[in-house]
């Protein structure tokens, strides 16, 4: 039997602390191929580099890494280095986690969404940024991602999975999630650099969740791995029924 192809993606670059335990399970299912950046690419969102040269460089045999965004590994993995060839991509497992609002910042989730742009099916995978073992994580995306490849996932849909810090070796069953509501920090700091010369941090308090029933942040909360189906039509129907009977 043809062993299915898997890209791996990630927004923590080469060095990040997920990617290796996820491509030892990857490998476990199909035949990898691994883009990443070249440096850590955090809260990139969906970003694609257009105004300047993508550079590849090999590390190792199937692994390479581009001087580009997270969506710019899927995308340039996909479509060049295996040729619109792929039967997966999985991103991740991202240093911290990816819910409610997050998925709007986070390059770990846009390299899943660009996937799915692709027609490609997806997974992004984050961790509680507390734990240091990414065994347990990497062990749980290689059952999801064979339930994935066997099932399939519906046009246009990619999965976005959340780890707590586990109890014991492994997970239990996981949650089906919608977003859930996190709270961010609206202060901007102001400093001066040697020369006196202003600067800022965008980045405030660490971000908090609100613990509503039936979201990724509840399941988290309570030590459960959530699973949660994002879309790429953000449209809202209700609204936009609505706005057949303004004066446009």
């Known amino acids: 039997m043809k062993r299915p192809r898997i890209l791996v993606c990630n927004d923590d670059g080469i060095d990040g602390p997920g990617l290796r335990p996820l491509v030892a399970a990857m490998r476990r299912v199909g035949r990898v191929t691994v883009s990443v950046p070249e440096h850590e690419r955090s809260a990139d969102s969906h970003s694609l580099t257009l105004h300047k040269p993508i550079r590849i460089r090999p590390v190792s045999e199937g692994v ?45 989730v846009a390299a899943a969404m660009e996937a799915t742009l692709l027609r490609v099916r997806a997974i992004a995978f984050s961790q509680d940024p507390g734990c240091a073992d990414y065994r347990p994580a990497a062990a749980y995306a290689q059952r999801l991602a064979r339930l994935v490849l066997r099932r399939g996932l519906p046009s246009g849909v990619c999965l976005n999975v959340n780890f707590p810090v586990p109890a014991a070796k492994s997970f239990g069953p996981a949650v089906p999630a919608r977003l859930g509501r996190r709270i961010y920090g609206t202060t901007i700091t102001r400093r001066a650099d040697p020369r006196g010369m202003d600067y800022f941090w965008l980045a405030g308090r660490e971000v908090t969740g609100v613990d509503e029933p039936g979201t990724d942040v509840a399941a988290v909360s309570r030590g459960r791995v959530s699973v949660t189906p994002l879309k790429v039509d953000n449209t809202d129907q209700p609204t936009l029924q609505s706005l057949h009977a303004w004066p446009l």
């Open 64 to 108: 390479y890494t581009l001087n580009g965004s997270p969506a710019d590994c899927a995308r340039f993995g996909i479509l060049e280095l295996l040729k619109g060839k792929v039967d997966l991509v999985v991103s991740g497992v991202n240093r911290g986690y990816n819910l409610g609002e997050d998925v709007i910042y986070s390059g770990t």
